[in-house]
Nanobody, 125 residues
Framework: QVQLVESGGGLVQAGGSLRLSCAASGRTFSRYPMAWFRQVPGKEREFVAA????????YYADSTKGRFTISRDNAKNTVSLQMNSLKPEDTAVYYC??????????????????WGQGTQVTVSS
């Protein structure tokens, strides 16, 4: 069993920054890729960014590339998402997720077996 707990969401003005964190427990954290997704009411959960097990490779959605940075600290079992130049369209509930397999993480919710409870990010215009 894996437990994921997000923190760091909140309200920010457009152009501002937020840093989300996800603390993991219950599994060998460093063996598996991790990702962030986001969701707004009435829409499917959307891929934001992912990071390989070692942290050496990162992957981003086109909408977040250049503005968001995903990182992980395997010694502390945490994964973070630094969000800069935030836009109102970034408003969503953000979820941390753990991939079921080693290797390249997917960009859909398939094969992500563990999810956090989500943290709200609201960007005002």
């Amino acid at each position: 069993q894996v437990q994921l707990v997000e923190s760091g969401g909140g309200l920010v003005q457009a152009g501002g920054s937020l840093r989300l964190s996800c603390a993991a427990s219950g599994r060998t954290f460093s063996r598996y890729p991790m990702a962030w997704f986001r969701q707004v009411p009435g829409k499917e959960r959307e891929f934001v960014a992912a990071i390989s097990a070692s942290g050496g490779n990162t992957y981003y959605a086109d909408s977040t590339k250049g503005r968001f940075t995903i990182s992980r600290d395997n010694a502390k079992n945490t994964v973070s998402l630094q969000m800069n130049s935030l836009k109102p369209e970034d408003t969503a509930v953000y979820y941390c997720a753990a991939y079921n397999f080693a290797g390249v993480p997917g960009r859909t919710t398939n094969n992500y077996g563990y999810w956090g409870q989500g943290t709200q990010v609201t960007v005002s215009s």
